[in-house]
T-cell receptor, first 112, second 114 residues
Framework: DQQVKQNSPSLSVQEGRISILNCDYTNSMFDYFLWYKKYPAEGPTFLISISSIKDKNEDGRFTVFLNKSAKHLSLHIVPSQPGDSAVYFCAASGTGFQKLVFGTGTRLLVSP | DTAVSQTPKYLVTQMGNDKSIKCEQNLGHDTMYWYKQDSKKFLKIMFSYNNKELIINETVPNRFSPKSPDKAHLNLHINSLELGDSAVYFC?????????????FGEGSRLTVL
């Protein structure tokens, strides 16, 4: 049972444009959502998170939007840079953060 | 100075063998995890330890036995390896009560069972 879904396995964007990565979840008990970025042969690294009491969180070029009624979140990267090329994982947890549930990832390619 | 380090990074072995993966963190965190990323790229939690106590034990075959000798170390021992155990195993650590839920991952250990 896939509780966190990233339906786009890949996304290609030109440098300077906006990248939008999407994530859907099914468990209404999730109240915290995170995005992780992963380069080849490295572990995932934390990028940005959002609590369910918010609908937007911004950190520099990265903004995460949460639509609880649709059980949908998205990560916007503006402007996209070639160094952003990586696999992006969406993750969700209930209270306590002890058990993050991850999506299968979206591979972003930003071309110069 | 690596925050979460795993050894070995690559492991190739035969079915039926027993192998171990070691993990160490120098972040002063109180909670450590093992995640498995299978061929379909699902990243799933296997175990979690808080201050050496097991707090999460997902539905994992009992051939997998984690051991936490102290807060900074969490090792994974796998008995009687099977083909389906081939995966990348990630160790991670965090502060249990951290406000963001951020996990710090190691680089992963790629296990190939032949």
């Amino acid at each position: 049972d896939q509780q966190v879904k990233q339906n786009s396995p890949s996304l290609s964007v030109q440098e300077g444009r906006i990248s939008i990565l999407n994530c859907d979840y099914t468990n209404s008990m999730f109240d915290y959502f995170l995005w992780y970025k992963k380069y080849p042969a490295e572990g995932p690294t934390f990028l940005i998170s959002i609590s369910s009491i918010k609908d937007k969180n911004e950190d520099g070029r990265f903004t995460v939007f949460l639509n609880k009624s649709a059980k949908h979140l998205s990560l916007h990267i503006v402007p996209s840079q070639p160094g952003d090329s990586a696999v992006y994982f969406c993750a969700a947890s209930g209270t306590g953060f002890q058990k993050l549930v991850f999506g299968t990832g979206t591979r972003l390619l930003v071309s110069p | 100075d690596t925050a979460v380090s795993q050894t070995p990074k690559y492991l190739v072995t035969q079915m039926g063998n027993d192998k171990s993966i070691k993990c160490e963190q120098n972040l002063g965190h109180d909670t450590m995890y093992w995640y498995k990323q299978d061929s379909k790229k699902f990243l799933k939690i296997m175990f979690s330890y808080n201050n050496k106590e097991l707090i999460i034990n997902e539905t994992v075959p009992n051939r997998f036995s984690p051991k936490s000798p102290d807060k900074a170390h969490l090792n994974l021992h796998i008995n009687s390896l099977e083909l389906g155990d081939s995966a990348v195993y990630f160790c991670a650590s965090s502060l249990l009560l951290a406000s963001t839920g951020e996990l710090f991952f190691g680089e992963g250990s790629r296990l190939t069972v032949l």
